[in-house]
């Protein structure tokens, strides 16, 4: 009865605008081909879209993943200089594109994707002659606060020996040794849709976490800034993510945690739950920046969802097809399928994933997750500041936030 009566709500509101028109025109307000315009226009973006994008994969990925969406225009990511990020090295990893057997391993196809590593501030600050860095680098370096690093202390004079002058030939080995030094801390960021990892509010994101001393790694998914042009699916994304954090595993032994953003928060959780499957203790923690529980609830929520949520066919055209594309993301079941503690950020006035998405999946996770596994935490931010769905990283006690998470659990097992 309950499902009767929805589709039945349903199906007249999708009938008022049509029937609003044929009522104008019977008054004799409109003329019949003002009404006919009219009419044809609605089903085209009411009826005709929706039929499309239920039987097109390339649309459904567009819409989703916004690859298509760039900015800043003139970025240029081999440089990361240029947009402030001194003292990182832009770099590319080639990402097996699918599973192959031995024997045809010279067929294996490969995708390039882009990275950058960040080095902490006080890194950069004592190896700034070696990097040659601009007077401004140096300027801006001046006031940090010195971090304590009796690792890097005791191998600090070999490394400058090793490398008088960080060039392009010796640029890959310096700093994959500082990521070596142990006592290290790794935040692998990954980042949500449109843009790539150079644009605006993600810096900033990077710059305050080299300020608090952790190395960054961020990179673009397929598809994005300067990683090959290959539509993105799910699990390209993720392979990708994978790929880089072994990236790192074959590097260091060092304390690696997450930072999902959005879109990222799904690769962040489907990434956790293949890596627990694998037995993988690597990543102490995930931090989730404005999640969602899955790719139909986002759907059904979103601003551009608005105008279709209330057809009687949204479901079968729009929602349901994407699931059926193995386009899902569902952080709902993957955040019960791993140990690692989590940390939730979300701004109240996040009007592209609703705060109520963030904490139901706060709520999931309390419910479905082992007792004695990694804590939950959730951290609302009141829509009076203004944050929205990028800008949490201006929250004042962000950094405090961050910096109790991974120190209570950098050393933990789970």
Not at 190 to 199: D, K, V, W
Not at 256 to 264: D, E, K, R
Not at 352 to 379: C, M, N
Request: glycine share 6%; hydrophobic share 40%; net charge neutral.
């Amino acid at each position: 009865m309950y499902e009767s009566y929805n589709f039945l709500n349903s199906l007249f509101r999708a009938t008022i605008i049509p029937g609003l028109f044929v009522i104008v025109w019977l008054t004799g307000l409109i003329s019949l081909v003002t009404v006919q315009i009219c009419l044809l226009a609605f089903s085209l973006v009411f009826i005709v879209f929706p039929l499309v994008f239920r039987y097109s994969v390339t649309l459904q990925r567009g819409i989703l993943f916004l690859t298509f969406i760039t900015y800043p225009r003139d970025l240029d990511l081999s440089n990361p200089a240029s947009v402030g990020l001194y003292a990182t090295r832009s770099f590319h990893l080639n990402v097996p594109d699918a599973d192959v057997e031995e024997d045809d391993a010279e067929n294996k196809r490969y995708v390039r994707i882009g990275l950058w590593h960040v080095l902490p501030k006080h890194v950069a600050k004592r190896f700034s002659k070696e990097l040659q860095l601009s007077e401004e680098a140096q300027e801006d370096l001046q006031n940090i606060t010195e971090v304590s690093d009796e690792n890097l202390d005791k191998l600090e004079g070999a490394i400058k020996t090793s490398f008088p002058v960080v060039n392009p030939e010796n640029q890959q080995l310096f700093y994959e040794r500082l990521l070596k030094v142990p006592g290290n801390t790794i935040v692998l960021y990954l980042h949500g849709n449109t843009a790539s990892r150079g644009s605006g509010h993600r810096l900033d994101v990077y710059k305050l976490l080299r300020k608090l001393g952790y190395h960054v790694i961020s990179f673009d998914y397929r598809g994005y800034g300067d990683s090959d042009p290959i539509s993105p699916t799910e699990e390209g994304v993720v392979r990708d993510a994978m790929a880089v954090y072994n990236y790192i595993r074959n590097l260091t032994s060092n304390p690696v945690f997450i930072w999902g953003h959005s879109l990222g928060t799904g690769v962040a959780t489907n990434m956790l739950s293949q890596l627990n499957y694998l037995n993988d203790k690597g990543i102490k923690g995930v931090i989730l920046e404005a999640p969602f529980t899955n790719i139909k609830d986002e759907i059904r929520m979103h601003p551009f969802a608005r105008p279709f949520k209330h057809l009687p066919w949204f479901d079968h055209t729009i929602a349901r097809p994407m699931y059926l594309n193995s386009l899902r993301f569902e952080s709902d079941q993957h955040i019960s399928e791993f140990r690692q503690p989590i940390m939730i950020l979300h701004a109240e006035d996040d009007y592209v994933v609703p705060f109520q998405l963030g904490y139901k999946l706060y709520r999931i996770a309390l419910d479905t997750r082992g007792k004695s596994w990694g804590p939950v935490e959730f951290h609302r931010f009141e829509g009076s500041r203004k944050y929205g769905h990028k800008y949490i990283c201006y929250a004042p006690e962000l950094p405090d936030l961050i910096q109790k998470f991974i120190n209570n659990y950098y050393k933990d097992i789970f």
